[in-house]
C-alpha cells in the first residue's frame, strides 16, 4: 500500500470518528442531562413538578408551573407578532420589491441574524420598556375586559409585552432570511402561468407561489419558534422574571431559560436544585427537537400532497 | 375597482408597512446601541482592567472582558471548525455516498442547530461537574463549540455540496485519492466558503451568553491557564447592567457596542473574504 493510499485510510477512519461523534453528541446531550434529572425524579412525581406553583428549591419544592406557562406565554405571542409582518416581508421583497431593495435586503438581513441577543436585550430596555410602561395602563384602561390585556396596578414595563416584542424583532432576520429562499426556489414559469390567466399578483401569489412554498414557509416559522422558545439573555433582560402564573401581557413572567441561567449561583448549594433545572434544560431541548421532527414531517407531507 | 384590485392594493401596502416596521426595528436597534455606545465610550474602556470599586462607579475599563471574549471566540471557533471539517468531509459523496451516515449526520446538525444555547451551557455544566471542573476558559470553550457546531458544519456542508462533479472526477481520472480530492480540490474550491462557515460561527459564538453564564464564569483579572476563569463581553453587559448607578450603566451600553461592533466586523468581512478567496474558484 503506497503512502498516498495510507493516507486516504487514516484520514478516513478520522473523518468517520469524527462525524460518529456529531451523530453522537444531540443523544449524549439528551442522556446526560436525562440521568442528571433522575434524583429530582425519584423524589417528586413529573405531574406535580408540572402543576405545582410551589416553589421554594430548598424545601425540596420543584412547581414547575409558573416558569412553563411564563415560557409559553412569550413564546406565543411574540411568535404571534413576528409570523404575519416575517411572511409578509418576505413576500414583498421575493415577489414585489425592485431590483436593488432586493439585492440590499438580503446581505443586510444577513448581517443583522448575527447581533448578539444581549444586545437585543439592551435595547428592549432602552426603547421598548419604557413604551411598554407608557402605553400599557391605557390599554389596560379601555381594553381591560379582554382577556390578557387587563393591566391590574402598576405597569412597570418589564413584561410579557415587552419580551415578546424584542424576541419577535430579533427572530425576524432567521425566519424572513429562510423564507426568502423557500419563496425564491418557486419556478418563474408557475408566476406567469397564473399571471397569463389574468390573476392579480397577489393572487398569484397566493393561490400558487405560498401554496407550493407551504412547507418550506412553515419551516421557517419553526427554525423561529425553536429559536425563540429557547432565548435566555434578550428575554431574561425584559421580562420580569417574578415566579407566577401571568394572566395579562402585563404582567411580568419568568420563563425556564431565564430561570436556568439565573440559578447559576445557587444551584449547587441546594440538594436537587440542580438536579430540577437540568431536568428542566432537557425540556427545552425535547420540545425543540420534538417540533423540528414535527417541521420535517410536515414539510415531507405537503410535498406529497402538492406533487 | 374590482375586489381583486383593492385586494390587490390591500396587501401590497400590508407588506410594505410590515417590511419598514422590520427593517426599521432593526435598524432602530443598531443605531441605538452604536449611539449610546459610543457616548459612553472612552479610551480607558478598551485599555484597562477594571479597578478597585469599578462596578460602584470607580475608575477602570473592560478589558478583561474583551480579551476574554476574544479568547472564548476565537479558540471556540478553532475546535468547532477542527471537528466540522472532517464532518463535511465526510458527508460529501465521495466518503460516504448518499448513504446513511450522511442523512444521519444532517439529520443531527439540523437538530443540533435548533437546541438552545442555553442547553448547551446546562450539557457542558454536567461535563464539568463530572470531571470536577469549576468554572473555565475550558468549559466555557467547549459550550461554544457545542453552540457553533451545527451553525459552522451546516455553513460549510451547504458550499460543499456546489462542488461540481466534474471536478472531482477529473481529480480522480488522474489517480488522485479521496484524501487528495478533499484537501486539493473540495477545500480548495471551498476555502471562501469555509472562512464564511468560520466567521459565521465565531459571531454567535462571541455574541453568545446563555452557553456561558454557567460555564465561564467571570473575573476581572486575565485569564492564564485553560483552567482560569474568564470574563467575557456579554456578561460585562448583563452585569454592569444590573448596577442602580447611571454610570455603570452606561458602561454597559459602551460594551454592547464593542461586541456588536466586533459582530459586525466579522460580518463584514465574511463578505470581504468571500470576495477575496473566490479567485481561486474554478467556475
Given at each position: 500500500m503506497s503512502v498516498r493510499n495510507a493516507r486516504d485510510s487514516a484520514a478516513y477512519v478520522l473523518m468517520f470518528c469524527a462525524t460518529v461523534l456529531c451523530i453522537l453528541l444531540p443523544v449524549a446531550l439528551a442522556v446526560s442531562l436525562f440521568v442528571r434529572s433522575i434524583p429530582v425524579l425519584e423524589r417528586v412525581p413529573v405531574t406535580t413538578l408540572l402543576t405545582s406553583s410551589d416553589w421554594a428549591p430548598s424545601k425540596g419544592q420543584f412547581g414547575f408551573l409558573p416558569y412553563v406557562v411564563g415560557s409559553v406565554w412569550v413564546t406565543v405571542l411574540a411568535m404571534v407578532l413576528a409570523t404575519p409582518l416575517c411572511l409578509l416581508t418576505a413576500v414583498y421583497i421575493s415577489e414585489y420589491a425592485p431590483d436593488m431593495v432586493r439585492t440590499l435586503f438580503k446581505p443586510v438581513v444577513d448581517v443583522l441574524a448575527g447581533i448578539p441577543s444581549v444586545v437585543y436585550g439592551l435595547w428592549g430596555i432602552i426603547a421598548i420598556v419604557p413604551i411598554v410602561a407608557a402605553v400599557g395602563p391605557h390599554v389596560g384602561k379601555y381594553l381591560g375586559f379582554v382577556p390578557g390585556l387587563s393591566a391590574t396596578?402598576?405597569?412597570?414595563?418589564?413584561c410579557i409585552l415587552s419580551g415578546a416584542v424584542v424576541l419577535a424583532i430579533m427572530v425576524a432576520p432567521v425566519i424572513i432570511s429562510v423564507a426568502i429562499e423557500v419563496l425564491d426556489t418557486v419556478p418563474i414559469e408557475l408566476r406567469e402561468a397564473a399571471l397569463s390567466l389574468g390573476a392579480t399578483r397577489w393572487q398569484a401569489v397566493k393561490h400558487v407561489v405560498v401554496r407550493k412554498s407551504a412547507g418550506g414557509l412553515a419551516a421557517a416559522v419553526v427554525l423561529g419558534f425553536a429559536r425563540v422558545f429557547g432565548e435566555t439573555m434578550a428575554v431574561l433582560m425584559v421580562v420580569?422574571?417574578?415566579?407566577q402564573v401571568p394572566r395579562s401581557v402585563f404582567d411580568a413572567a419568568y420563563p425556564l431559560p431565564a430561570l436556568i441561567a439565573n440559578s447559576y449561583g445557587e444551584m449547587m448549594s441546594i440538594p436537587l436544585y440542580d438536579s430540577a433545572l437540568l431536568m428542566a434544560a432537557l425540556w427545552l431541548m425535547a420540545i425543540v427537537v420534538t417540533f423540528h421532527l414535527g417541521a420535517r414531517v410536515l414539510v415531507w407531507l405537503l410535498r406529497r400532497r402538492v406533487e | 375597482m374590482t375586489g381583486r384590485r383593492i385586494e390587490e392594493s390591500f396587501f401590497r401596502v400590508l407588506m410594505i408597512t410590515s417590511t419598514i416596521l422590520i427593517a426599521g426595528g432593526l435598524c432602530w436597534i443598531v443605531a441605538v446601541i452604536l449611539w449610546r455606545g459610543a457616548r459612553s465610550l472612552n479610551l480607558a474602556m478598551v485599555t484597562q482592567l477594571p479597578k478597585g470599586g469599578y462596578y460602584i462607579g470607580g475608575e477602570g475599563g473592560i478589558l478583561n472582558a474583551i480579551v476574554g471574549s476574544l479568547l472564548l471566540g476565537f479558540l471556540s471557533t478553532v475546535v468547532a471548525g477542527a471537528i466540522a471539517l472532517p464532518v463535511c468531509f465526510m458527508i460529501q459523496g465521495d466518503y460516504a455516498g448518499k448513504g446513511r451516515v450522511a442523512a444521519l449526520a444532517r439529520l443531527s446538525l439540523d437538530v443540533m442547530w435548533g437546541v438552545p444555547s442555553i442547553v448547551y451551557g446546562a450539557f457542558a455544566y454536567t461535563v464539568m461537574v463530572y470531571v470536577s471542573l469549576g468554572a473555565s476558559l475550558l468549559a466555557g470553550i467547549v459550550a461554544l463549540t457545542l453552540v457553533q457546531l451545527p451553525i459552522v458544519a451546516r455553513a460549510i456542508d451547504e458550499v460543499m455540496q456546489t462542488v461540481p462533479r466534474e471536478l472531482k472526477e477529473a481529480a480522480y481520472a488522474i489517480g488522485a485519492t479521496r484524501f487528495d480530492v478533499a484537501t486539493k480540490v473540495i477545500s480548495r474550491q471551498c476555502l471562501p466558503g469555509i472562512f464564511a462557515g468560520l466567521l459565521l460561527g465565531f459571531g454567535r459564538g462571541i455574541g453568545d451568553a446563555a452557553s456561558i453564564i454557567l460555564t465561564a464564569g467571570y473575573t476581572d483579572s486575565l485569564p492564564h491557564r485553560l483552567t482560569d476563569p474568564v470574563g467575557s463581553l456579554p456578561l460585562a453587559v448583563f452585569f454592569q447592567l444590573g448596577s442602580p448607578d447611571p454610570e455603570v450603566q452606561a458602561r454597559a451600553y459602551a460594551a454592547a457596542f464593542i461586541l456588536l461592533v466586533i459582530v459586525l466586523l466579522a460580518s463584514i468581512a465574511t463578505q470581504l473574504f468571500t470576495r477575496r478567496f473566490s479567485r481561486h474558484v474554478v467556475r
Open positions: 396596578g402598576f405597569v412597570n414595563g418589564d420580569g422574571n417574578v415566579p | -
